[in-house]
Every structure is written in structure tokens, then in C-alpha cells.
């Protein structure tokens, strides 16, 4: 298979809730936790680009642009965007889409490094 249709394949969109137990005292999704479902979206679309054992080294840009209201859903989407030897970067990005119009806009961007590691945890060539 090409590394062109290993990147479509692993691209990864998990679609959530956005419920007031995630939100901060602005009515707002908590940038923390965007950046924890980021890095899990990061992590699986790696692991399905690679079928590795997979680890975050770093994530290297993330650009808050919109705020994620409660009561909206968000889409992650994930994509491979460079494969090195033992690392890959993959570029996340969070869609707010309004639950009862055809709204959708995207509000926060990020950029991680996953590495490859083997049985004693050392970085890998990727496969």
C-alpha cells in the first residue's frame, strides 16, 4: 500500500458532546481537556498509520481560535502529515458544529509528534 493511501486510512474523526461537566465557569469546553482529546486522536490516528506501539513526544502547536460553547458538538479530526524514520506528525483539528443548524467552524488547531517504540521502549523505525 502507498503512504498516500496509509494516511487516508488512518485518518481518525471522533465526534463529542459537549457537556457542562467539561466545560470552565465560561460555559466553554476546558483547554485542558480539548488538548487531552487531541492527544488521543494523535495517538490512534499514529497507531493506524503504523499498527506500532506508539508514544506522544510532543505536541507542538496548538492555536485556540474559537471558543467550544456547551451544548455543541465537536468533531476531531485527525491526519498524518510527515513520516520520519521513527517519528510521525499528526495536525488535529476541532470543529464545532451547532446541534440544531447546519453551523460548523473550525476552532482549535494542533500539531503532534508520536514516536515508535519497541519491547524496551526505545524509538523504532517505522514500518
Given amino acids: 500500500m502507498s503512504q498516500e493511501e496509509r494516511i487516508r486510512q488512518s485518518e481518525t474523526r471522533i465526534f463529542k458532546a459537549v457537556f457542562p461537566n467539561t466545560t470552565n465557569h465560561y460555559d466553554t469546553l476546558f483547554g485542558g481537556t480539548?488538548?487531552?482529546?487531541?492527544?488521543?486522536?494523535?495517538?490512534?490516528?499514529?497507531?493506524?498509520?503504523?499498527?506500532?506501539?506508539?508514544?506522544?513526544?510532543?505536541?507542538?502547536?496548538?492555536?485556540?481560535?474559537?471558543?467550544?460553547?456547551?451544548?455543541?458538538?465537536?468533531?476531531?479530526?485527525?491526519?498524518?502529515?510527515?513520516?520520519?524514520?521513527?517519528?510521525?506528525?499528526?495536525?488535529?483539528?476541532?470543529?464545532?458544529?451547532?446541534?440544531?443548524?447546519?453551523?460548523?467552524e473550525k476552532a482549535i488547531s494542533g500539531q503532534f509528534t508520536l514516536v515508535a517504540i519497541g519491547d524496551d521502549k526505545k524509538p523504532i523505525r517505522i514500518q
Avoid at 495517538?43 to 498509520?49: D, G, K, L, S, V
Avoid at 465537536?74 to 470543529?95: A, C, F, M, Q, W
Fill in 34 to 104: 480539548a488538548m487531552q482529546l487531541m492527544d488521543e486522536v494523535a495517538f490512534i490516528t499514529a497507531t493506524r498509520y503504523s499498527r506500532q506501539r506508539i508514544v506522544t513526544v510532543s505536541s507542538d502547536e496548538i492555536n485556540f481560535t474559537q471558543s467550544i460553547p456547551a451544548g455543541t458538538i465537536i468533531e476531531l479530526v485527525g491526519t498524518v502529515i510527515h513520516v520520519g524514520n521513527t517519528s510521525l506528525k499528526v495536525r488535529v483539528d476541532i470543529y464545532i458544529e451547532q446541534m440544531y443548524s447546519e453551523e460548523r
